[in-house]
């Protein structure tokens, strides 16, 4: 019974890098095409929408990256984050599989996005950024970007995937509260929100229209810049903090993970839980399964086609290859608005294609049932992104069960569900359906996929 | 900049006892009476509502009671919270004293309130409590009574003050999740709650009446018992982990608070801080000052009357001696649903009484006011009810200032509000306004207090 549970560091051992696993990988990425010559893309030609600091760390080849010691300042409000074994949960699935999460909800956002939001505000703050523009599907990442951009005192706007904005008013006075300007989209501010509206005026809005949104004010307007919040490499290699916590907080316990497992939208979360594991193996370490869980309406790495794509519904960002669903796919509505994306992270993708990684899709109901079950036997109530991975540790250690293995699995609890009780109460009224995106469209969006000679 | 901004200990220094200042104090506090016969109770006149060993802990005078190691145990998940230094605010301010806020925002309900919940729990489930019934008014204590219940399988039913429940579908949500049933109140399931009704129908509902509604289901069944967030001495017992965390973490800082600060309703957050550093002092330590914060609207402390009253408007509980605004006095609403009870905790109003502590009183919008500096600074959004500690922390802060004086203040941050988002809403839409309670009211409210021989 009194067996520790947390695994706390002090504030020293916040990393001092970034993990790059590019340096690690057997091959690199594809590289990013521009949209218009279809030609790889220079530094030069981001240089619209990002600070030069952050593209260099777009296509930085080095294992190590500095953290500047102004951000590892900040991370110190709530990092580093707890590694919690889940003993209560253990018992109560009867397996012999220890469960540990790496509780990334006690962040001021509640959610893992500040680790890169704190660091696209500094380096852009260095650059002399006075405005960013952002798009946010759950209202995660746009609060995050609000927050870091009230500490660096930048004039933050976030245009909010409308289903979003509409269901979760207390999302966006989060944003406000720390200053932003939140945005319904597809809004009348920009030619690619007016292009949506006149196709659909009925719209749900989806995170590929907001993207687009937000790309085109930065491109237009030299003032402002551009920060996405997950997708690109950079935002992975902020995000492998968490990763490099728990390779320490294990030493601590005694114990090492055979399973890691986190949710998967864009990939942020889950890079940041599973690169710096994944470059112990790379180095020579042993192997370990590492599972991306996907929403089974919006499933890019397990459906998808591996091919270049826009980011964006309006074709304005780069194309990257990636799995993706079609960036002309609107996925269907459901409560994980953060997994509501068509294509999956390029470098995701690249060591998903690598077979160093596994995918594997959930339903909605399925996913609320197990965040319930952990939130009565642990206390914390997950995101709907984050019940996906609950599910699938859930189904790990049901299997450990059934197999009689004593594994060690560990998964990412990316965020809390506090501004998400909308869900768990549809939940609770029964009103939650498992929603499946037509196979037609999906068909007709693959079909559209734009042909590059490179591939 | 790259000071060290949180101390955090590990979890093996969690206390291993609550603190008990009737050892200390001079006088003990005056004496509980029936309601019936206004005679002193027994332990065995409170046996219908709570288990024994919660019953001994409230007539306690040994200095150090020990915290059962299942209990500890739980509070490993979030324990012990971080003591942080507000850098940033301070330099906002550009002021030359230091500030500190002990953060118990960490926990899984999101505020102080699971310290009490969890042990109240456990000292039912060991004396074989089946069900427990309760009150809340902001949702802090239902939500964090209703985690401790699932923790040790025990049904829970929380009667939600009206207004309450109509504003916060996503309290009620949490407490569901936990597996609670929550009762709008005043309900037609109680004599309580019928008479209320019957003489208004429109009523908000208040904290007097939802405390009557659960008592009288907990006394009318044998097998339900009662659980209470506040007032009563054994849940300050509870609360002192707060402040002998706070102590070591100081030593750590190299360092120690001059003005100790804390919201007060029924004062249990507050009493969780100050009690062991005015322990300090009782037992020969330096003076400290300490500053219990009011809402204006509901000020006990600064305009009640210290008398013998009912802790609720049904007149069904004992009679303790406090500083009271009636218990027929229906505060107005207000956005701070956690400090709207017309009563304060005795043991708070006896050390007030003994000139150990002072009170202040703070209207709404300077609250929110701060709330929203505080975030903005520190990345933390406060409870409404945790503004009234954040609003006279800064005017402390501005005080040290304006004097010169590099004082160190320390406050606790008792919840974050993500389930107020409402409120800072209704802030940013201008809405909110300064509310005060009639004065004809209050005078008629203490006209109507108890006449008891005793005092």
């Given amino acids: 019974m009194s067996a520790q549970v947390k695994y706390t560091l002090d504030e020293t051992q916040i990393p001092k890098d970034w993990y790059n696993i590019v340096a690690d990988l057997p091959s690199p990425p594809p590289t990013v095409l521009h949209p218009g010559t279809k030609q790889p893309v220079g530094p030069s030609d981001l240089e619209p929408l990002f600070p030069m600091e952050l593209i260099l760390q777009e296509v930085a080849t080095e294992r190590a990256i500095e953290i500047p010691e102004p951000v590892r300042d900040i991370f110190r409000l709530w990092r580093p984050s707890p590694l919690i074994r889940a003993r209560r949960l253990e018992k109560l699935l009867d397996t012999p599989a220890k469960i540990y999460f790496k509780y990334e909800g006690v962040s001021p956002a509640g959610s893992h996005k500040p680790n890169s939001a704190v660091p696209q505000a500094w380096f852009n703050k260095q650059a002399g950024t006075k405005k960013l523009t952002t798009e946010t599907g759950a209202g995660q990442w746009g609060s995050s970007l609000a927050f870091a951009g009230s500490l660096f005192d930048i004039d933050?706007?976030?245009?909010?995937?409308?289903?979003?904005?509409?269901?979760?008013?207390?999302?966006?006075?989060?944003?406000e509260t720390y200053g932003a300007r939140c945005v319904s989209s597809p809004s009348t501010e920009t030619e690619s929100g007016r292009a949506a509206l006149k196709e659909n005026p009925d719209t749900p809005g989806s995170l590929g229209i907001a993207i687009s949104?937000?790309?085109?004010?930065?491109?237009?307007?030299?003032?402002?810049?551009?920060?996405?919040?997950?997708?690109?490499?950079?935002?992975?290699?902020?995000?492998?903090?968490?990763?490099?916590?728990?390779?320490?907080?294990?030493?601590?316990?005694?114990?090492?993970?055979?399973?890691?497992?986190?949710?998967?939208?864009?990939?942020?979360?889950?890079?940041?839980?599973?690169?710096?594991?994944?470059?112990?193996?790379?180095?020579?370490?042993?192997?370990?399964?590492?599972?991306?869980?996907?929403?089974?309406?919006?499933?890019?790495?397990?459906?998808?086609?591996?091919?270049?794509?826009?980011?964006?519904?309006?074709?304005?960002?780069?194309?990257?290859?990636?799995?993706?669903l079609g960036s002309t796919f609107i996925p269907p509505g459901f409560h994980s608005g953060g997994l509501r994306y068509h294509g999956m992270g390029p470098l995701v993708s690249h060591v998903?294609?690598?077979?160093?990684?596994?995918?594997?899709?959930?339903?909605?109901?399925?996913?609320f049932e197990a965040g319930v079950q952990f939130a009565r036997a642990?206390?914390?109530?997950?995101?709907?992104?984050?019940?996906?991975?609950?599910?699938?540790?859930?189904?790990?250690?049901?299997?450990?069960?059934?197999?009689?293995?004593?594994?060690?699995?560990?998964?990412?609890?990316?965020?809390?569900?506090?501004?998400?009780?909308?869900?768990?109460?549809?939940?609770?009224?029964?009103?939650?359906?498992?929603?499946?995106?037509?196979?037609?469209?999906?068909?007709?969006?693959?079909?559209?996929?734009?042909?590059?000679?490179?591939?």
Same sequence: chains 1, 2.
Avoid: W
């Fill in 156 to 175: 933050v706007t976030v245009y909010q995937v409308r289903c979003s904005y509409d269901q979760k008013p207390y999302r966006r006075a989060l944003m």
């Fill in 352 to 367: 998903y294609e690598l077979g160093l990684i596994e995918a594997r899709a959930c339903e909605q109901i399925a996913c």
């Fill in 378 to 455: 642990e206390g914390i109530v997950p995101a709907p992104e984050s019940t996906h991975a609950v599910r699938c540790a859930i189904d790990e250690a049901l299997r450990c069960k059934a197999e009689g293995k004593a594994e060690t699995i560990c998964f990412n609890l990316s965020g809390h569900g506090h501004f998400d009780m909308g869900a768990y109460i549809n939940y609770f009224a029964g009103k939650l359906v498992d929603v499946h995106y037509d196979a037609g469209e999906l068909a007709m969006a693959l079909s559209l996929l734009p042909a590059v000679a490179a591939e």
């Fill in 213 to 324: 949104e937000a790309v085109e004010v930065a491109a237009k307007n030299p003032d402002v810049k551009y920060a996405l919040g997950s997708v690109l490499n950079h935002v992975m290699l902020h995000q492998t903090i968490i990763g490099q916590e728990a390779i320490k907080q294990f030493e601590l316990a005694g114990d090492d993970p055979d399973v890691i497992i986190a949710c998967a939208g864009g990939g942020s979360n889950f890079a940041g839980l599973a690169f710096p594991f994944l470059g112990l193996q790379l180095r020579g370490g042993r192997k370990r399964r590492v599972i991306a869980v996907e929403p089974a309406a919006c499933p890019s790495l397990s459906r998808g086609k591996y091919a270049y794509d826009y980011g964006d519904t309006a074709h304005l960002t780069p194309l990257m290859k990636m799995h993706t």
